[in-house]
């Protein structure tokens, strides 16, 4: 035991408030956002349909996640010399990455709030990889982070919400 608690134990704290987070934030700010537009802008932009959606939400859980996961955090991280350096950069260019998913989608306070947010969740991702010494934790983090926003992305998509 370190600091009070057993090793797991403290990651999968953090693993659900990570999880309880980002739901949460969704509830929160579900009023500023412009659900109709983002469901228009995923059918139109994205292609997405109610026939096609499981599809591309499976590959987007299972292959983008450890695609995104090898780069950030198996690669772009581990070329600076400085591990701080390598997280900062992996960090802000994760966020800025998924900027061209997302750009017509808010408004710019929400869109500030989303940049910072990712490039948060990317510090929080190379951490776990640099604490289990592996993308593995990083990247069953990131599908699992995906698998709720893609149920959010069928809730729209279905048009429950």
Not at 24 to 53: H, M, P, Q, V, Y
Not at 84 to 109: D, E, K, M, Q, R
């Amino acid at each position: 035991m370190s600091n009070g608690c057993a090793r797991n134990g403290c990651i999968k704290i953090r693993m659900l408030f990570f999880f309880v987070g980002m739901t949460a934030a969704f509830f929160i700010f579900k009023r500023f956002i412009d659900l109709d537009g983002i469901r228009e802008s995923l059918i139109a932009k994205e292609n997405l349909t109610k026939s096609n959606c499981l599809f591309v939400f499976a590959y987007i859980i299972l292959y983008n996640s450890f695609l995104e996961e090898s780069f950030f955090r198996g690669f772009l991280s581990g070329i600076f010399p400085n591990k701080l350096v390598g997280t900062i950069v992996s960090a802000a260019v994760f966020s800025v990455y998924h900027i061209g998913i997302f750009v017509t989608w808010f408004n710019p306070f929400i869109f500030a709030i989303c940049i910072v947010g990712l490039a948060a969740v990317g510090v929080f991702l190379q951490w776990l990889s640099g604490k289990f010494e592996s993308i593995l934790a990083s990247y069953i983090t990131h599908a699992c982070a995906n698998v709720v926003l893609n149920i959010i992305g069928a809730l729209m998509i279905f048009e429950v919400i």
